[in-house]
């Protein structure tokens, strides 16, 4: 996605309003890396290029909604953040190693691929259809959310009895 950068730089704007929608085929790295995330598109990204004496901004606020397993469930579950990000603009003169600029080439400015880089940074880790999820059984795979399974429930791990063993010795409570 890419953005005129003419009216600032030969018009003299100040600067450069925008709401530009984000379609599936923008970001097919999104797709790519989260297989299983269903992501709303189009993603609206809103914001604003502004010149202040040849200093220039990139500012962009995005809603990112999506829909994934629950980690725990496996069951649907969405999820939602705002996106805000800020980025400075350089010309020519900056180094191109530095991450902390974004470039105009050809008097356009992209502005997909920082977004894009903002949404994998704050992508989490794990998403739960709710805090209290109690997931599935790991005998039978029922979804405990749904009402308890009919497994016979064990004492812990039988490798670890003689500890057990010790505890009871001592605690006459924990029998």
Excluded: W
Excluded at 20 to 43: G, H, R, S
């Amino acid at each position: 996605m890419l953005l005129d950068m003419r009216p600032i730089i030969s018009d003299g704007k100040t600067s450069i309003d925008f709401d530009i929608p984000l379609q599936k085929e923008d970001c097919a790295v999104l797709t790519e890396l989260y297989p299983d995330v269903q992501f709303d598109f189009p993603i609206r990204l809103v914001g604003q290029v502004k010149n202040m004496a040849g200093y220039m901004v990139l500012k962009i606020d995005a809603d990112i909604k999506f829909t994934t397993p629950c980690a725990r469930c496996a069951e649907p579950a969405d999820y939602s953040f705002a996106l805000s990000l800020e980025k400075s603009i350089a010309t020519g003169d900056t180094s191109r190693d530095n991450d902390d600029y974004i470039f105009i080439e050809d008097m356009k400015l992209d502005i997909a691929t920082p977004t894009l880089e903002e949404i994998i940074f704050h992508m989490p880790s794990r998403v739960l259809c709710r805090e209290d999820c109690r997931g599935l059984c790991p005998r039978c795979g029922k979804n405990l959310n749904e009402g308890d399974c009919d497994c016979k429930k064990t004492q812990g791990d039988p490798r670890l009895a003689i500890l057990r063993s010790l505890l009871e010795k001592d605690d006459p409570s924990a029998k």
